[in-house]
DNA sequence: TCTGCTCTTTGCGATATCGCAAAGTGCGCG
DNA sequence: CGCGCACTTTGCGATATCGCAAAGAGCAGA
């Protein structure tokens, strides 16, 4: 039973950059310390603040992680998009998690324990280069969403969230691009640092220019040019 | 010559964390690949966008590491303190620096070449791993500000910034804890995404309330509570 | 099909922060 | 030892953005 399930993941599993160049035994050998988790929508993979037992991959579907400030403010940190590794404390020599996954849809995780994290890196080179440079891009997301919270005002953010929204989890379709799972102006605002009120206003605005097409919970990107000089002018 | 730089290299770094827990024997092997470099006060180590030639440790001083938006407005994305790693691009999978590295005060750096990264990385397990979990401090660091740029108000920010500077670079004295490097109030502004202005008014307001005292380029923490009460208020 | 909850829209006044301007001031360099 | 530059301070008006309030809709479940 277990067995089968795998084997079904190293087939989802092999093209993914994190295990490129990876001896194959190896990666089955990994698969094998791994269980498959089914995530409904709306449940969470864990929780901040929780004790980190687990290391996660996500196969297929979308969460959202986000952090609860002291004063009980939330924060977007991101979205986990298929391929993505997450939820790695132990790489940031952390005994808990910093925020919450949440399921924006059903999605399917494969999950390692926390335990493993030290071994895998430590036999694994190959892996440990991959998982590097993975964290290494989350930083450097984390740099440039810092510069444009440093720079920009809240319209060319809101845009380039948007934009990048559309980038990684957009579907074309005839009238645009559609952003793939549910997304609400309060997450937008969460992951620009501003307010709920003022991104639905922009999106408002944006929409009888014919930048954009909304609606509850949904997102589309109908002219991705225009947006691209809202979020960087003359360029 | 050279091995007897290398020698005294090998007495200061062999505490850091960065190396914790590796074998004598690779901890040489090495050192024998890097070079120690002198940097001048106001030298940079290297530049936004240059070729990512090495990658470095620092041993004495600090640096400022600071990036320049396409239109022309500089952030500060860190202080690097002594011990710590920077510039490895390459974990970043990034062919280029992002930021330029500038010394604050003269410093004392020691480089490998980056085509050793990939190198040094699957023949030290262990380095991967603490090396790792730096660049995992740096993606905590990067969101606690993105946290704090998004929910708290200009002061708060600023004196979060302010405590940590003490924190980090602090030098204990009669009055204070006084930051131990050159630092102007246009530095504080690109940390705190703000303006030099308003970092100027916040500080006068409070040394009035006897709090910080200021001069120039020179910042000394007197009341480290008041300042913290400002920083997370009722608590 | 209706109901209710969540999400969204929009108006309007309040205000934190910016941006500009101009005057001080400490300090390194000649 | 004095000059000049870089850094700092401070005032004041402009404004982007927030915060509150209230009304309007889409959607799921009954």
């Known amino acids: 039973m277990k067995a089968q399930s795998v084997a079904i993941d190293i087939s989802l599993v092999r093209n993914l950059p ?13 698969m094998t310390r791994a269980t498959p988790v089914r995530i409904l929508q709306g449940d969470t993979v864990f929780e901040q603040g929780g004790e980190a037992v687990a290391f996660y991959l996500l196969l297929h579907g979308r ?3 986000s952090q609860v400030t002291p004063d009980g403010q939330q924060v977007m940190v991101r979205v986990v998009h298929p391929g993505d590794l ?17 399921a924006a849809v059903e999605s399917l995780v494969i999950s390692w324990p926390m335990a493993d994290w030290d071994a895998v890196v430590e036999n694994n080179p190959r892996l440990a280069i991959n998982a590097m440079q993975t964290i290494g891009q989350r930083l450097d997301e984390a740099h440039t969403r810092l510069r444009e919270m440093s720079t920009q005002e809240v319209e ?17 379709e005839e009238a645009g691009t559609r952003i793939d799972f549910p997304i609400t102006r309060q997450d937008i605002a969460e992951m620009t ?4 009120h003022t991104v639905s206003r922009l999106l408002s605005a944006w929409e ?22 809202i979020a960087d002018p003359e360029e």
Chains 1, 2 share one sequence.
């Open 18 to 30: 994190l295990f490129r160049q990876m001896e194959p035994a190896a990666l089955t050998r990994l």
């Open 63 to 65: 969460l959202k992680v």
């Open 86 to 102: 997450f939820g790695f404390a132990r790489a940031l020599a952390r005994p808990d998690y910093p925020g919450t996954a949440k």
């Open 156 to 172: 060319r953010r809101v845009a380039h969230a948007v934009l990048r929204l559309a980038e990684k989890a957009g579907r074309i």
């Open 193 to 196: 640092g501003t307010t709920l």
């Open 208 to 229: 009888a220019r014919g930048l954009v097409e909304g609606g509850r919970q949904k997102l589309t990107v109908t002219d991705a040019e225009g947006l691209a000089k």
